[in-house]
């Protein structure tokens, strides 16, 4: 198994996650993985008993995953969201910003690199899923305003 | 115009620092080219036919006499002393070196320009009016919003991965400079019955390998609503846009696949979900922006008179030159279209002079217009002749507006990898063929528009007259179509039947303008009388 | 013949190669014969050149030539601007792309 990556203040969630067809289908699980092209809003209902949701990204540039990030969030789900499989630096901050607080990359990450680029934007544009997330980063456009 | 504030300049900075790191680990080999391309992509950098080529953001196409002066400095100091004004309103560079990117991109910030999602799976350069604040038709100037969506796109992060590019335009008059129904978004600000103003949205136009005409989607977006709305209409793309083909991976196929209906029900399920989340900006948010692009300081007593007795002046005001909001005023388009040139190609030193003469006759404005031509929206009329003479010195002054010879075309094969033929040599024998000013004169308005390939970077789709460079068996192979319009009488051109090689498709197109002289009725425009006798005439005059 | 090209990766202009190096001169190139698809391999992991790839040419005219016109423009430069190509002093040398 690889790595897992966190940026959570707990410890990563240990449990081998289930796919959703079997989380629905009367699993006692409390991690469960979305693979690209399942909608996550199937989990909606279930939120407040799952500790981790691992997205899959079967190709970075396969952006299904950001969506199901932020949904998940907006919906108010606070437990582990993992990325897993083609994870790159380069794509961390915008994960990050999507709600994404661990990583199961293919290959290992740089934890100072990491930290490099999630510092390197001292401000954005517009609102994500930061401020449910620990990240805080309050958009350009209240800043500007007082907000 | 906007001015950047400390947030929006740290934004590019970071970017440029970004772009630093990522280019010294590809350059170490620490990253793969896999890995790379899309980051390139994303901040502009291409690798095309002969080396990388930088396109740079010129946001709404809408840029003043520094910045102008900044790309001219860019073409001196990076490429080959020359740049190309693209169809979607920004500027391209050639020949830049990857390693001196960061510094080229440093350069450009320090001037509030950059490259930012210029190309790659994201929102890219929102297009816009090139007479935009300048025009008498206009509801209202639709650059605040257009800026507005620019912050907005800049490096969201849930669409920065879409299945394919994804192309906005923001218009604000009746009359569509900005062939807004062919893109991916095409906006169109209007005023709600209570005197309001709204956008008016169509999603799913585009040109590429299958054309298709926007259909509306929403008549009216509140403005407390754009941001919120146009997540709406993206998320729905990032989910269920197909990803299998890239060809069909635009938002027109699914727009198309699903029924705008279907499509519809699901943007609006989408957006009163993200209305809870209150991410539109604060209404004083519009108010800060829209409060940058205020009328320039207008001598209210100019005069509307002209002197017009020098002819060739006469011919370049007739042309060139268009109805200005304010009396007194002129906008005036510099044709980077002479004949037998490149059409969009501009030497430093023109783009110099472009960017003085907008200092001195034009409040420091330019606009970069689809069709690769310069704007000069602000001129006082009483300044018009002596601007005039100083463009023609430098071989700026063609007075083919809208004519045979203002021909839009792509780079094609002499610069793109993409292409399977070249356009560039096309459009120049075709307009050294017309290039009798009175023969154009005598055409009217006819547009003619030619791409190198499918992708249709050159909208052929959309010109009266279009041209596409196919391959055929490794030689260059030209097929005509006839009917497009990207204005507001937007349709898609029909293809005329077997292709032509090059010299072949300069007398096709000379043929079918003959049937139109021949066919004309009353001011019928070249497109006019295609659409009223059809293309069997054509036909019989080109296959006979 | 088969003839190697692709992009050299700082500068981004075009490269054939040469046997032993990469040379922004088509005159240099080599027949690589059966050997491409070994040497690309082995130059992607040298990670100096991008996007190489192999092509057919012929030596008809004494020099290496491909046989497809994008890669004629490639080699020689844009076709509407002989002043960028590599050739700016042979008016011939366009006539031989097309």
């Given at each position: 198994m690889t790595d897992i990556f966190s940026l959570r203040d707990d410890s990563p969630v240990s449990e081998t996650p289930v796919s959703i067809e079997e989380f629905l289908?009367?699993?006692?699980?409390t991690a469960v993985r979305i693979e690209v092209g399942?909608?996550?809003?199937?989990l909606l209902p279930y939120l407040d008993r799952i500790a981790l949701i691992q997205v899959s990204f079967?190709?970075?540039?396969?952006?299904r995953g950001y969506s199901a990030a932020r949904i998940l969030r907006e919906a108010g789900y606070d437990g582990e969201l993992r990325a897993q499989g083609d994870v790159l630096l380069d794509q961390i901050r915008y994960m990050h910003r999507c709600g994404f607080d661990s990583f199961a990359p293919e290959k290992p990450l740089n934890a100072e690199q990491v930290d490099i680029v999630l510092k390197r934007?001292?401000?954005?544009y517009q609102a994500a899923a930061d401020q449910k997330n620990g990240?805080?980063?309050?958009p350009v456009w209240n800043l500007r305003h007082g907000n | 115009m906007y001015k950047y504030d400390h947030y929006d300049q740290s934004i590019v900075d970071a970017r440029v620092a970004e772009f630093r790191d990522q280019v010294e680990r590809r350059l170490a080999g620490e990253i793969t080219e896999d890995q790379f391309k899309p980051l390139r992509l994303q901040n502009g950098l291409y690798l095309q036919l002969h080396a990388y080529m930088l396109r740079v953001a010129i946001p709404y196409g809408t840029l003043n006499s520094g910045q102008m002066k900044m790309l001219a400095h860019i073409a001196r100091t990076y490429d080959r002393d020359y740049g190309h004004f693209t169809t979607r309103q920004n500027i391209q560079y050639n020949w830049i070196q990857l390693d001196q990117t960061p510094d080229l991109l440093a350069d450009l910030a320090s001037v509030e320009m950059h490259a930012i999602q210029?190309?790659?799976n994201c929102i890219r350069n929102i297009s816009s009016d090139q007479?935009?604040?300048?025009?008498?038709?206009?509801?209202?100037?639709?650059r605040p919003w257009a800026e507005l969506l620019r912050q907005w796109s800049t490096f969201h992060p849930e669409f920065a991965h879409l299945p394919r590019k994804f192309k906005f335009a923001v218009i604000a008059s009746k009359?569509?400079?900005?062939?807004?129904?062919?893109?991916?978004i095409g906006i169109q600000l209007v005023r709600n019955d209570a005197g309001e103003l709204g956008a008016r949205f169509f999603v799913g136009g585009g040109m590429g390998r299958t054309p298709m005409i926007g259909p509306m989607v929403r008549d009216f977006v509140a403005a407390d609503d754009l941001v919120s709305y146009a997540e709406a209409c993206l998320r729905v793309y990032n989910r269920?846009?197909?990803?299998?083909n890239k060809y069909k991976a635009r938002i027109k196929i699914l727009v198309h696949e699903l029924g705008k209906d279907e499509y519809i029900r699901q943007v609006e399920a989408e957006f009163e979900h993200i209305?809870?989340?209150?991410l539109d900006p604060p209404k004083a948010e519009l108010e800060r922006i829209t409060a940058?692009?205020?009328?320039?300081?207008?001598?209210?007593?100019?005069?509307?008179?002209?002197?017009?007795?020098?002819p060739d002046f006469a011919l370049w005001v007739e042309q060139n030159v268009k109805t200005h909001k304010q009396s007194g005023y002129a906008i005036v388009t510099i044709s980077?279209?002479?004949?037998g040139g490149i059409p969009g190609d501009a030497s430093s030193a023109q783009i110099d002079i472009m960017a003085d003469l907008a200092k001195k006759y034009s409040f420091d404005e330019l606009r970069v217009t689809h069709a690769q031509n310069i704007v000069l929206?602000?001129?006082?009329k009483s300044d018009l002749y002596a601007l005039w003479q100083k463009l023609d010195e430098a071989g700026?002054?063609?007075?083919?507006?809208?004519?045979?010879?203002?021909i839009i075309a792509c780079p094609g094969l002499d610069y793109c990898s993409?292409?399977?033929?070249?356009?560039i040599p096309v459009a120049q024998k075709i307009a050294q063929r017309f290039s009798d000013i009175s023969k154009q004169k005598l055409l009217g308005e006819l547009k003619l528009k030619i791409s190198?390939?499918?992708?249709a970077c050159g909208h052929h789709h959309a010109g009266h007259i279009g041209i596409l460079g196919v391959d055929r068996k490794g030689v260059e192979n030209y097929q005509l179509s006839l009917?497009?319009?990207?204005?507001?009488d937007v349709s898609l051109a029909k293809i005329t039947g077997p292709g032509f090689d090059e010299d072949g498709i300069v007398d096709a197109v000379e043929k079918a303008t003959n049937v139109y002289l021949k066919e004309?009725?009353?001011?019928?425009?070249f497109v006019d009388t295609y659409r009223r006798v059809g293309m069997a005439p054509f036909k019989e005059a080109l296959y006979d | 013949m088969k003839l190697l090209t692709g992009n050299d990766l700082k500068s981004g202009l075009v490269t054939w190669w040469t046997g032993k190096n990469w040379s922004?001169?088509?005159?240099?190139?080599?027949?690589?014969?059966?050997d491409g698809a070994a040497i690309l391999a082995a130059e992607q992991e040298a990670?100096?050149?991008?996007s190489a790839y192999i092509i057919d040419g012929d030596e008809t005219s004494g020099a290496p030539r491909p046989g497809h016109i994008k890669d004629r423009v490639r080699a020689l430069g844009p076709t509407v601007r002989p002043d960028l190509t590599?050739?700016?002093?042979?008016?011939n040398a366009i006539d031989k792309v097309v």
């Open positions: 289908g009367n699993s006692n699980a399942e909608d996550a809003r199937q079967p190709a970075f540039t396969d952006g934007f001292d401000a954005v990240g805080h980063q309050n | 210029t190309s790659g007479y935009a604040g300048a025009a008498a038709d206009e509801v209202t100037d639709p009359e569509d400079r900005a062939a807004m129904r062919l893109h991916d269920y846009g197909r990803r299998d209305k809870t989340l209150n940058f692009f205020q009328d320039p300081d207008y001598d209210i007593l100019a005069s509307d008179d002209l002197d017009l007795c020098d980077l279209k002479p004949i929206p602000h001129v006082k700026l002054a063609t007075p083919n507006l809208d004519l045979i010879s203002d993409l292409a399977n033929a070249r356009s190198g390939c499918i992708n009917g497009g319009s990207g204005a507001e004309r009725e009353g001011d019928e425009r | 922004i001169n088509i005159e240099d190139a080599i027949d690589v014969g059966e990670q100096r050149v991008n590599l050739k700016p002093n042979d008016a």
